[in-house]
């Protein structure tokens, strides 16, 4: 894992913000990410037979649990002790890897405020909960001299001092900067953002090297811009878990802004994915934490790059929609969904996603130049499109957009859609500033048209027009990343919408962990 | 003032009028402005072939020749000698035995101030604007017409705002002088606002001040000390105020912002409002420019505060008349919002007369505020309005702007529209010290150790930056070029930027 953690820090130190122009290049070399190395669980969601094991801050910090008798050598497994009593010549025994009888531990956090404090959510890994609470609830004790960052745990640090000043942040505008500060008042001020024609917020990023991890790039492209609502992700679990667990157990140079655990979220159970769905949802305007679904998003599209990963998520996302539709659903609906989605998919990658699309074979996908709408244009005929609602929001058209009662054809929708409904119900009743937090988190004016195609055709969608394909096609991204990623986040709607049959709580799990590693240091684009 | 100033003056009323109702922009306030002079300077120059141009190394000869020919033809066009000889004390002697000798003719130009400075003209490192025009202040304060108007005609020649930093400051300084003689300051200073206001949008605004962050520190040191006095002293507040009376046009806020939603407890709500002062003397007719741009720095720091996921509430408030006027019923407080007040050139904005700048801080200090930021320029500029005081000031603001000047100059490069820019306003605040009244000044600012006695006796004590601010300012200087530093104020009032070891900026955070 740490070495994972290096290479992808790495390659975010190298990376650097470019325009959207750019991303096909960046796309190309997201290709090669890590491969997936091992499957384990989804951290924060253990495997319920797990054995529960909480250590003592001061167990848990300890460096060296397990000591040699002989030398005093210290050591954090045992395994390790064991293996090294084998070069003093004294007994030693070795753990058979025999997976299947060993019982799987998890480890929690001894904070008692902490989320993974719950038996739930308890991590199931020891380094993994160690570097958590360092991060989170441990002192920063290693800085950076150059730029004065702190970090709780020195590979964090190190990886950091490789890369710290190296690093060029790219408005969409072209400008660069080689400091965030100056970036991040310039985004304030540019163009590109008060703009707000289209949503592609092309915040990508690309290595000089032409490596890039796009885990890495998922939180950072996520703190800078920072919190766009993220969706209700919840991934399914099945074939993606492995993949996702590993994916976002390996953000370690996070940049995703602290955040408390999410009260919403910190309830274990199968109501969990709804509760995360409403949390990321309600918190969208104000909680920076969003950054951490997204790189959510980010983490189930580099899976995506497993062309056979990536085929049921599509499937589940048809269905999805078949089931959200039914033959006789108004089409109103369906789309407005996807428009959400589109719209959170785009804050966080759409750069990537577009190209994407476009790139490969089977798109019929071809963004046209169309006048850029303004966000709120869109999000004014968002709420058109939504219907009654006074509120012109995505999430509120979302969310209206279910309130037609499913089509009773489809059982499943129906048992369904009313709990996810609430949800939405719940996003406006909470927060009204969701809407503009949505909009405008995904502000970009360099590929507003594909956006804007996919609203202007949206009315077609389930006209079984070209542009229906497209907008699948889009989900099925088999081999691109993002495009997996897109049909990752819609399968994981499906699965949302699925959780009351299905004891999956891998959405939240790493949700929450994406929350919760990078935690402990602000987020930033250095 | 003799006939020659007075026929100056008609020319240059005449131009000042001609500014004021075309629609001039700031540049072609510039042309006239060197038209006119070299207007009236043509009056003594007959049909010589005079060029304004002014080189670096200055070559008295050309002007020998020149006053020589000149002579004769002005000494025939105007018959009335100006018998200002009385001021002979500060007159060097060779300059009365030349005035003799030549027919009483009191304006003789060239010769003798140019020997005058040659040494200082010619040196290395040399630093003649600032010798002439403290010579041309002395003169000044010294009723010395005579020599005044040989210095300015030399400083005419030789200044250039497009020139090195001598040359600019020259230029500059001899605008203000000039208008102070002639009574024309508070005119010269309008026109140049509304000039620059015309051509203010909020594009050459952005510009301006982003690429002097991008060069300089000048802004930045401010902005990351008081950013992180304000978030330390609102640290766990879920709703907060923040009172911006500054200068920067809210290029603070985005970092501010972003440091708050990735704070580790609830992003807190964030009200900011912006007081906007403009002078109550001061038209709004075409001041209309600056509200504009705050308008749309609104706009943009709401959409960026969403970006952020910040809940965020943005207010102008436009407040006519000097700042000390403020009420606070204007500032729509509210108890259950934890206060911090962002001062950053506020306080010397607030003119010197009256107790007003002590009146302004006693507002402050009434709205219970956790914290107030206070960001000033380290410069003593209470220009007296004549004599010795008048001498005294004026030196400081020959110092003050040369530093300011040469920092400038040693940021940005050689060309720069931005810097032009600050130059220009630089040039404005310059007007407003040397030829405005005192109770309308807007630009005379106070030394740190003043500000802090102020302070302290509104109400207020000092609260220094902690370790973690420090820090964030040496790595924010890191970045510039060699030259800054950070001095820590004495008593832990506040810390210095320093640049090349003079204290140019003081940001200082206060709680009452």
Known sequence: MVQIEKSASQASGESRFLFSDNHVKSEQSVEPTLPVKKKRNLPGMPDPDAEVIALSPKTLMATNRF??????????????????????NLPWKLRQRTNKEVRKRVYLCPEPACIHHDPSRALGDLTGIKKHFCRKHGEKKFKCERCSKKYAVRSDWKAHMKTCGTREYRCDCGTLFSRRDSFITHRAFCDALAQETALSQPLAITSPGGVM??????????????????????????????????????????????????????????????????????????????????????????????????????????????????????????????LSSTLYLSSGSSSLLYPAALGHPHRHYTPTPQPALSATALLQKAAQMGATSSNSSFLHGLGLSMIPPPDPQDSRNSAIAPSHWSNTTHVKLENNSVASGLGLGLPSSNSPASFNELMMNSSSLFGNKPATLDFLGLGMGAGETSAGGFSAFLSSITDGLDMTTSNSFAGVGSTMDTWDYPSDRKPSML | MDTLFRLVSLQSDQSLNSSRTSSSSRSSRQNLYQQEDEECFNIFMDDEDFSSSSSKHYNPYPHHQLHHHQQHHTASNTPTPTTT???????????????????????????????????????????????????????????????????????????????????????????????????????????????????????????????????????????????????????????????????????????????????????????ITTILVSKSGGANGGAAGVPKVMKE??????????????????????????????????????????????????????????????????????????????????????????????????????????????????????????????????????????????????????????????????????????????????????????GWSMIQGSDSTGIFLSWKDQPVVWASAWKP
């Not at chain 2, 040693?410 to 810097?419: G, V």
Request: overall charge negative; glycine content about 6%.
């Open chain 1, 213 to 338: 991890k796009l885990q890495v790039v998922a939180p950072l492209v996520a703190a800078v811009v920072s919190s766009p609502p993220p969706p209700p992700l919840t991934p399914s679990t099945g074939m993606w878990s492995p993949v996702l667990s590993i994916q976002s157990s390996e953000l370690p140079e996070n940049h995703i802004p602290q955040l408390p655990p999410p009260p919403g979220a910190a309830a274990p159970f199968p109501g969990a994915p709804t509760v995360t769905a409403s949390n990321s949802s309600t918190s969208s305007g104000n909680v920076p934490g969003n950054g951490g679904v997204l790189a959510s998003i980010f983490n189930v599209s580099t899976s995506a790059e497993h062309p056979h990963t990536a085929q049921p998520p599509v499937a589940s996302y048809s269905t999805m929609l078949c089931t959200m539709t039914g033959p006789d659903q108004h089409v109103i609906d369906p789309m407005s969904l996807s």
């Open chain 2, 297 to 482: 720095i609104g706009s943009r720091m709401e959409k960026f505060a969403r970006l952020m996921g910040v809940p965020f509430k943005f207010n102008v408030i436009h407040h006519a008349g000097d700042l000390s006027e403020l009420s606070l019923a204007e500032l729509d407080i509210k108890e259950d919002e934890a206060l911090a007040i962002n001062c950053v050139g506020a306080l010397h904005s607030v003119a010197t007369v009256g107790n007003r700048r002590d009146l302004l801080i006693s507002i402050l200090r009434r709205m219970q505020p956790r914290i107030v930021t206070v960001v000033e320029e380290e410069a003593d500029l209470d220009i007296g309005v004549d004599g010795l005081e008048f001498v005294r000031g004026f030196q400081e603001s020959l110092r003050w702007f040369r530093v300011y000047f040469e920092a400038l100059d040693e940021s940005f490069p050689k060309t720069s529209n931005e810097r032009l820019m600050l130059e220009r306003a630089a040039g404005c605040a310059i007007v407003d010290l040397v030829a405005c009244p005192q109770a309308e000044s807007v630009e005379r600012r106070e030394t740190a150790a003043r500000w802090s006695h102020r302070l302290q006796g509104g109400g207020f004590r000092p609260v220094s930056f902690n370790e973690e601010v420090s820090d964030d300012v040496r790595a924010l200087l890191r970045r510039y070029k060699d």
């Open chain 1, 67 to 88: 000591v040699c008798e002989i030398c005093n050598k210290g050591f954090q497994r045992d395994q390790n002790l064991q293996l090294h009593r084998r070069g003093h």
């Open chain 2, 85 to 271: 000889t009385t001021t002979g004390s500060a007159t060097p002697t060779h300059q009365h035995v030349y005035d003799q000798s030549a027919d009483q003719f009191s304006y003789s130009p060239a010769r003798d101030v140019t020997l005058e400075f040659a040494a200082s003209l010619s040196g290395q490192n040399s630093r003649w604007a600032s010798d002439i025009l403290l010579e041309t202040a002395k003169a000044i304060a010294d009723r010395n017409s005579t020599r005044v108007q040989q210095l300015m005609w030399m400083l005419n020649e030789l200044g250039s705002l497009y020139g090195d930093i001598d040359q600019k400051l020259a230029s500059y300084f001899l605008q203000a002088l000039f208008s102070r003689m002639m009574d024309s300051g508070e005119r010269t200073y309008r026109t140049l606002i509304s000039a620059s206001e015309k051509n203010c949008s909020f594009d050459s605004t952005r510009k301006m001040v982003l690429k002097f962050q991008e060069v300089s520190p000048w802004t930045m040191f401010g902005h990351v000390a008081c950013n992180g006095a304000i978030i330390e002293a609102l640290e766990g507040e879920s709703k907060l105020h923040i009172i911006d009376i500054s200068n920067t046009f809210c290029t603070q806020w985005p970092t501010l912002l972003e440091a708050i939603a990735t704070r580790s407890d609830e992003t807190p709500h964030l009200r």
